[in-house]
């Protein structure tokens, strides 16, 4: 049990991860709030409007962490985030961390009305932060207006201008609480994607967030690093770039460019050394090097490409203009576990998916016999156990938080 959500968090697994380092005692909150003391003025986040240091986003993570304890949000209860690629969702990240509050940033832009109200209604938060104009309907319906019935909802907030200063007029009482010190604390609710059934809800804490992010920021030195996301903050892939950013210690910048802009110039001004997105970023981003007559990417040296295998030549090209790709793979679940790294020879990022990183193993089972590894060659189940996988499954359909009846500790695996 951690705090009002049932999960599968047990003695066993909480010794063994922490024994060997892969969790730690440090909220994703507190890690950020340890790079604001050290490094004062070094930046954290920035969309195209505002650009954050660290201790400007604690500052802002603090203020609406007091805003939202005022309302009387208790820990353990749900925050849902509707918002475009802004800074916004960075802080609203931060400040559930920071007073044990689950946040739910899975609403995508091109979700209904409707189909949020649903999401809202299924796991019955106490907090609403959205831009009601971001929605595949805003101009047909009043979000706010079609929530204000609902009982369980105790505070909202309409975010302002893209460029006005995030979180300052915030509605209520403000109430200062001490921070949590639980990085075991379920801290982040996404959805999958609902491509084999109804979307699931997925419980992680702050350690099974920071798990790969650390491994991430140490294979491939992104420590004090510009990280450029063109998956939205929304999507499990550029929030794991955030996490990973504040990990290392380094900056995340969000794309928000508007349409017909430069990416590459986007890219050059930032500073960005690595990027998150799907292969079709990839190839819109060569097509705009093809057509300027670019050989190389500004400091651009890495490059995640998930949510699909990239072609062989989308790989090959970007090699060739002295960007090198990450290829991965790991569902919500596991938090991308696995990837290629830096030095691995072309081969090996055309062809595989990586290997699992520190504190997560795979291993291919039997179709016929699911207890019995496969042999090099044939086709069975994907069987994966480590740090970074998640902590059970949300689910209010029977009002209870449900997860599965077994915990998986060090030595079971989650099937994929």
Known sequence: MTGSLLTLLNAQSLAAYTAVGYWGDETLYAVA??????????FAVRDRHRR???????????????????????????????????????????????????????LHRNHTTAEVIALVDR???????????????????????????????????????????????LPGDRLEVPASRDPNQIMYLPFTSGTTGTPKGVLHSDNTLLVTARMMARDWRLESTVLYTLSP??????????????????????HDLPRGCSLVDRLEETGAAFLFGVPTHATDLLAEMRERGLRRLGG??????????????????????????????????????????????????????GRACDGYEVRIWRQDEPDTAAAPGE????????????????DVDLGVNAAPARAIGPEEAIRH
């Open 379 to 394: 086709i069975g189940e994907i069987g994966g156990r480590g740090a970074s996988v998640m902590l059970g499954y949300f």
């Open 33 to 42: 709030a340890r790079h604001a003391r050290s490094t004062l003025n070094s």
């Open 233 to 254: 903050l929304s999507h499990n892939l550029g929030l794991g770039a955030l996490v990973t950013a504040l990990a290392g210690g380094g900056e995340l910048v969000l």
């Open 123 to 169: 796991m019955r938060v106490a907090a609403v932060i959205a831009d009601p104009g971001s929605g595949a309907d805003a101009d047909q319906h009043d979000f706010f207006g079609e929530l204000a019935d609902r009982d369980f909802l105790r505070w909202t907030h309409r975010i302002g201008p893209a460029d006005a200063a995030p979180f300052a007029d």
């Open 52 to 106: 954050l240091t660290y201790a400007e986003l604690i500052e802002a993570a603090d203020h609406l962490a007091a805003s939202l304890a005022g309302s009387r949000i208790r820990s353990g209860q749900r925050v849902a985030v509707w918002l475009p690629s802004r800074v916004e969702t960075a802080i609203a990240l931060l400040a559930c961390s920071r007073n044990g509050y689950v946040c739910c940033p899975s």
């Open 300 to 353: 651009v040296r890495g490059f995640r490409i998930s949510g699909a295998a990239a072609p062989a030549g989308l790989v090959a090209d970007l090699m060739r203009h002295g960007v090198t790709p990450q290829s991965g793979y790991g569902m919500t679940e596991t938090c991308s576990h696995q990837y290629t790294r830096p030095d691995d020879p072309p081969e090996r990022i055309i062809g595989t998916c």
